[in-house]
């Protein structure tokens, strides 16, 4: 007999707002909710104002809290999650030490690393929708030479100012660019998210960068398996523990200018060929899919409500 669904809270940092419609985290969260109610859960997103719903009804049996701006709260009865997927540096000790029942980290390194004999960390790193990141082309495809998809955040984000140094036909897509880059590199400032993955299949070559703290302690980009899903030829910046093995050669790194330039070039050697990053593409949806996210989630709640008997 099939056991029954479980009920699902996504707790997301982002605010219930026009704003934070087009947060990434929301965009993960939806993804995420989607692949569980494959597995026939029940799930419910809630965004930071609306972290305790009015309905009491509702009784969460999981509450899977996306680490983010906001420290989490415990919902009272459930399985309580925590899965760190960016910014480790604004996690606390005492915030671990919170009572979860899991904790999980989008990093192998720092989940060794902050794990203790009474405080396990596992690792369990982000995904992709491998539903909408294919690698076959579509109609409507964005075609473009070397491109960077993401806001300058107000610094000139250096995977960008090095493009630009090495001379490569760069194309972006985000605001606050004006500042920093001639007009001419600025597509568009903002990508809707239903275009990025014919934007990435369309691309020469993606470029991809980390905050300072992910690259330090091995936080994958969730970028990285969204264009390697997507079948690109992907340039990013180095990262502690370097990158799953199932990208293969898709994902490239660079330490200078002059070695960005060589990776940039039209014709540049040492790239997978299409056949190649074809084959790439399907393992990283094989593995790091939100489908494959959701059923080592599913399978570990329902773990932890087997303990409790």
């Given amino acids: 007999m099939d056991e029954p669904p479980l ?17 990434g985290d929301v965009f993960y969260a939806d993804d995420l909710a989607a692949a569980l109610r494959r597995l026939g859960q029940t799930v419910y997103v809630d965004r930071w104002e609306t972290r305790n719903r009015p309905d009491p009804s509702v009784q969460d049996d999981v509450a899977l809290h996306l680490r983010g701006f906001h420290r989490p709260e415990l919902v009272d009865g459930a399985v309580n999650i925590l899965w760190i997927i ?5 996690v606390s000790e005492e915030e671990l030490d919170l009572p979860f029942d899991l904790r ?11 794990s203790r004999a ?22 409507g495809d964005l075609e473009s030479g070397v491109l960077f998809v993401g806001r300058s955040r107000n610094v000139f984000r250096p995977i960008v100012r090095d493009s630009i140094a090495a001379g490569a036909d760069l ?9 920093f880059i001639d007009a001419r590199h600025i597509r568009s400032e903002y990508l809707d998210n239903a275009a990025a993955p014919g934007a990435y299949r369309g691309a020469r070559v993606v470029l991809n960068d980390h905050w300072d703290d992910m690259a330090q302690h091995g936080f994958v980009s969730n970028r990285l398996f969204d264009a390697v899903a997507a079948g690109a030829a992907v340039v990013s910046d180095e990262i502690t523990g370097g990158f799953p093995v199932e990208f293969g050669g898709s994902v490239r ?17 040492g790239w997978p060929t299409p056949a190649e990053r074809l084959a790439t593409a399907r393992t990283v949806a094989e593995f790091h899919s939100f489908d494959a996210r959701a059923l080592t989630l599913l399978i570990s709640a329902r773990e932890i409500l087997a303990a409790r008997g």
Avoid: C
């Avoid at 960016?86 to 604004?90: M, N, T």
């Avoid at 790194?253 to 050697?269: C, I, N, Q």
């Fill in 7 to 23: 009920t699902w809270a996504i707790k997301v940092p982002a605010p219930d707002s026009p704003e934070g419609d087009v947060w």
């Fill in 86 to 90: 960016s910014h480790p540096d604004w």
């Fill in 104 to 114: 999980l980290a989008a990093s192998v390194p720092w989940a060794a690393v902050m």
């Fill in 118 to 139: 009474d405080r396990e960390i596992r690792p369990l790193l982000q995904a992709t929708n491998a539903e909408r990141f294919t690698p076959e082309p579509q109609p």
């Fill in 171 to 179: 194309e972006v897509y985000g605001d606050l660019w004006e500042q």
């Fill in 253 to 269: 790194t660079y330490s200078s200018v002059d070695e960005l330039r060589a990776l940039l070039a039209e014709g540049a050697t």
